[in-house]
């Protein structure tokens, strides 16, 4: 059988260029020549990666994979490359969220830089890379958090053309060790959006104080305070609106390594857990004999593909993003929100069954356990990431487009447009291919054609008995509404993905028997709220539906499940 879940052991990444092959299997080698006792006790000690920024250096891994092919200085190797980026995430989430931490501040870090028009920063960047250095963010605060509109790190002038600035920055990874931070400020003698100013700081900078460590842990997640640091005119990245806009797309680009995070954590936790359970007797009977575990483990199995599945086709619809294609901005907030809150929800079936053993320190469950709430609430909480997916429905549901079809982008390619998003705004404008194509397609399967049904429910509830101006306002009345939403498009590139790799139908039936019975969930959730009218209640009633039961596909699904049994297990 061809299994869909990362296995070190066997992953070759066939589909890459030589070079990226070879440092993603150099990463792999690294963490499993560290060792599982090696590995957890890192992570128990919240020892600092040292030992992994050391290979990083050696190998040139973020210089290759995070510098854009214009300051690469002509080598083919070093470029921005989401795909092999999605790669390197699953792997650094399936060994340890610390060393994943570790390259996205980084990649938040290198965004306002990247996006600038400061030729002397973007060298520095690249060189610093090339050294072996990290980035980070310094965008959120502790009385503001990443509300960008507020911010007390002010600059101000010092009549040559430069500034000095004072503030503190909270909750900033990499703060500890960057040598470039990309610091969010505004002017003091300027106004609104025009004082805005984005500029690079040295941490090693003598009026850069390091205060803190805010968590306890591997990850450095900093608070530092700049005190008349010196700020010229070379080190200016983004002033006004620009510096805005490039505050919120570089945490667009950020927002995307998230899903594969995820991922990583829950394949290796899925590995642990299936290999304890299938082995592990109770009251004379393998744990996996009983039906509740067996559900568990398979319900688990079909959210971990699809979020794999989706998350691999986002992948393609932001590599080939431009002006003129700007879906990537509903599928952006989609992995960040729906796929790491999935990741929570597999962990917890997982859990249900290890129970005791999911907490023990000798295994990369608990740990995985533990940092797999982060995920969701990183880069915007899911609350604010729905509602942002809340502003497409409207044009995706009623209001298609013709689009050239997107195949797989596994390609070799430079992701330049990451760094050229263009102004803010204009979401309610982005129109989307027709989603209901795909689901017409795999109608055959029973679970699909019932999702089907759902999704064209939602196009009749906001047809018939749309949310009122007063309910529009009511957050916890549209966040469900924007739940529903975001099943019927993470159902639509699930369907696109499972064509594209020829998914067992077995298994996606599974899928669509979790997405029927979470649409349903949420529809219950709209007719339990307090504002719900009458015609809203009655549509809430109708539009849930049960899925399609089959009990042979079922226990072909569990077989593949079961066939993970040791499959992968970590050298000791």
């Not at 070799?412 to 209901?436: M, N, S």
């Amino acid at each position: 059988m061809s299994r869909i879940l990362l296995n070190p052991h066997t992953a070759d990444y066939a589909q890459f260029d030589p070079e990226t092959r070879r440092l993603l299997r150099a990463t792999v080698d690294f963490f499993e020549g560290y060792g599982k006792e090696r590995l957890l006790r890192a992570d128990l000690e919240a020892e600092w990666v040292t030992d992994f920024l050391e290979f990083e250096k050696r190998e040139k891994l973020f210089a290759t994979f995070l510098t854009p092919a214009a300051y690469a200085d002509g080598d083919p190797n070093r470029r921005w490359d989401a795909a092999r980026n999605a790669a390197l995430s699953e792997i650094f989430g399936f060994y340890g969220l610390a060393y994943w931490y570790a390259e996205q501040v980084t990649i938040l870090g290198l965004g306002p830089i990247w996006m600038s028009a400061n030729e002397d920063a973007k060298r520095r960047a690249a060189q610093q890379l090339l050294d072996g250095g990290v980035m980070a963010f310094g965008l959120s605060e502790r009385e503001h958090g990443a509300d960008v509109y507020s911010t007390d790190m002010i600059l101000t002038p010092t009549g040559d053309g430069g500034f000095t600035a004072s503030g503190t920055k909270y909750y900033i990874g990499n703060g500890n060790v960057a040598g470039m931070v990309s610091v969010f400020g505004r002017r003091a003698d300027v106004e609104g959006p025009e004082g805005y100013v984005f500029f690079a700081a040295d941490s090693g900078h003598p009026a850069y104080r390091l205060i803190d460590n805010v968590v306890h842990g591997q990850m450095f997640v900093s608070t530092f305070e700049l005190v008349d640091y010196p700020v010229t005119e070379a080190d200016v990245l983004h002033t006004g609106p620009e510096a805005f806009a490039a505050a919120l797309n570089t945490v667009n680009i950020g927002k995307f390594n998230l899903c594969h995070g995820s991922i990583g954590m829950c394949e290796h936790a899925f590995h642990e857990a299936i290999t304890h359970s299938n082995n592990r007797i109770l009251y004379g009977n393998p744990v996996t004999d009983f039906s509740h575990v067996r559900g568990n483990f398979v319900d688990a199995y079909a959210r971990l593909v699809a979020m794999k599945l989706f998350s691999d086709r986002s992948v393609d619809y932001f590599r080939s993003a431009s002006r003129d294609d700007r879906r990537y901005l509903l599928f952006n907030p989609m992995t960040k929100s729906k796929v790491t809150s999935e990741g929570e929800k597999v962990l917890t079936l997982l859990l249900d069954v290890v129970a005791a053993k999911g907490y023990e320190k000798t295994t990369y469950f608990h740990q995985a356990n533990r940092f797999i709430g982060w995920l969701p609430r990183l880069e915007g909480t899911v609350h604010v990431n729905v509602a942002q997916i809340l502003k497409f429905m409207p044009n995706y549901l009623f209001n298609p487009k013709e689009y050239p079809e997107i195949g797989t982008r596994t390609d070799a390619a430079d992701e330049a447009f990451f760094f050229d998003q263009g102004p803010l705004g204009g979401a309610g404008k982005v129109q989307f291919a027709d989603w209901t194509k795909p689901y017409k397609a795999a109608a055959d399967v029973p679970n699909v054609a019932t999702f089907y049904e759902q999704a064209q429910a939602l196009r009749t509830l906001l047809q018939t008995a749309p949310p009122s101006a007063e309910q529009a306002e009511d957050l916890d009345f549209v966040l469900d509404i924007g739940h529903l939403f975001s099943l019927v498009v993470y159902g639509q590139l699930i369907l696109e993905q499972a064509a594209l790799t020829g998914l067992d139908r077995d298994v996606l039936s599974r899928i669509f028997d979790v997405l029927v019975r979470d649409f349903s969930g949420y529809a219950i959730g709209v007719y339990g709220k307090p504002s719900a009218t009458p015609a809203q209640q009655d549509w809430a009633l109708g539009a849930v539906r049960r899925p399609t039961a089959d009990q042979a596909a079922f226990d072909r699904v569990w077989q593949q499940v079961a066939e993970y049994d040791g499959a992968y297990e970590m050298r000791p």
